[in-house]
């Protein structure tokens, strides 16, 4: 084990190694993170709903009559 560490204070190619794996290692850290962010927001914009969808789809539970559908669309377009 004091080896290894040994390894690590002299500047071998365990340091080498190390430093390598570490900098692989942050920039998949980061491809990840830019991933998610970008394809987190692509798909938010694509569940949006219109506000005339929502009246429609209001509408069709029946959770509002027709006059206030009629009204409302009016308002809407």
């Given amino acids: 084990m004091s080896e ?3 390894l690590f204070n002299r500047g071998g190619v365990g340091s080498m190694m190390f ?3 570490f900098w692989i290692l942050l ?3 980061v491809v990840v ?3 998610k962010l970008f394809f987190n927001q692509s798909n938010q914009s694509f569940n949006r709903e219109t506000p005339l969808e929502i009246l429609q789809k ?4 029946g959770n509002i009559s027709e006059e ?3 009204e409302r669309k ?3 377009q």
């Avoid at 209001?58 to 539970?61: G, L, M, T, V």
């Fill in 4 to 6: 290894c560490l040994n």
């Fill in 19 to 21: 430093m390598g794996f």
């Fill in 27 to 29: 920039l998949v850290v």
């Fill in 33 to 35: 993170l830019i991933g």
């Fill in 58 to 61: 209001e509408y069709a539970k």
């Fill in 68 to 70: 206030d559908y009629l």
């Fill in 74 to 76: 009016k308002h809407l």
